[in-house]
């Protein structure tokens, strides 16, 4: 080839229509859905202290989880969601379900369903066990109140929370009864995608009333959290759809955070590849600007 068919050829490369480019990311994106195969997963130190603060708890024990996000951050949220609390039910954790955000008991009630194969009634059968609404779990709502929501709760739930999302008066709960502040939660378990959220917990919940809390946050949020966990504030932290996936990964759960996770690694092979593509295009066309 000659040298000016040369420099066409990488010139009629970095004209290509970006339509081409968004086609290629999505076939990237969609494709590794239909394969079988898989890939490796490293879990993070923040990851595995967080696995661990739960594997202290007892059979038995009460773990708040706090839904504070909306269906835009399902897409990295919801699969930890699905993993905890599947983890609680296999190891006979009770679950306080609640949200600061309006959406976050549809998305608990969306997560319960993901797990269960169905809409979760008053009772359902699980790995051979019969889960009870208000024994095993309860989901108490949204109560508008941002943070003050937390601070309420740290005197008395049961006044943050009259009823639970279904309008049952929360004292009319087994599940509730002796529960009355954080005193009584054994664990806290926050799912947040912005403000009210982390941040708000770690502050309320666990500098005033000393809670233990691990976090789970969407990858753009994460590094505001991270100072939280090293200094101790926090068990530990899922980051977005990377923790999803080591999450799912120590758990023993091959859920969507495992599937995406593969599609996104597609997906950024993909863009690497055109940006290394497009930079050796615009040197060799020789249109490199003298500065």
């Known amino acids: 080839m000659a040298n000016g068919e040369t420099k066409n050829f990488w010139v009629t490369l970095m004209a290509i229509d970006r339509r081409v480019i968004f086609l ?3 076939i990237a994106v969609s494709l590794p859905l239909f394969l079988n195969i898989s890939q490796t997963i490293y879990v993070s130190p923040e990851v595995t202290d967080l696995y ?3 594997e202290k708890l007892q059979s038995g024990s ?3 989880i706090s839904f504070d996000y909306d269906p835009p951050s399902a897409p990295e949220l919801q699969p930890m969601a699905v993993t905890v609390i599947e983890y609680c039910f296999r190891n006979d954790l009770k679950m306080i379900l609640m949200g600061l955000w309006p959406q976050g008991p549809q998305q608990a009630n969306q997560a319960l369903e993901t797990v269960v194969g169905e809409p979760p009634g008053a009772s359902f059968e699980f790995n051979g066990k019969t889960y009870v609404y208000g024994e095993d779990w309860v989901n108490l709502g949204f109560q508008e109140g941002r943070e003050f929501i937390i601070q309420r709760m740290g005197s008395s739930i049961a006044a943050a929370f009259p009823r639970d999302y279904a ?8 599940l509730m009864r002796g529960v009355s502040n954080f005193n009584n939660i054994d664990y806290v378990f926050n799912l947040s995608a912005g403000t009210p959220g982390t941040v708000e917990w770690v502050q309320l919940a666990g500098d005033r009333f000393h809670a233990t809390i691990g976090a789970a ?8 959290i ?21 999450f799912e990964a120590v758990v023993g759960v091959v859920g969507k955070g495992t599937k995406f996770m593969l599609s ?5 092979a993909i863009v ?3 940006i290394v593509v497009g930079n050796i295009a615009f040197f060799a066309s020789g249109r490199k600007r003298r500065f």
Do not use: C, W
């Not at 309008?167 to 087994?174: I, R, S």
């Open 272 to 274: 690497i590849l055109f």
């Open 264 to 268: 996104q690694s597609f997906a950024h």
């Open 217 to 224: 946050n969407t990858a753009v949020q994460a590094p505001m």
């Open 167 to 174: 309008g049952t008066p929360v004292k009319e709960l087994p």
């Open 226 to 246: 991270y100072p939280y966990y090293r200094a101790g504030q926090l068990t530990g932290i899922l980051g977005g759809m990377k923790g999803a996936a080591e």
């Open 52 to 54: 661990d603060s739960l």
């Open 24 to 26: 290629a990311v999505a």
């Open 62 to 64: 009460k773990v708040l």
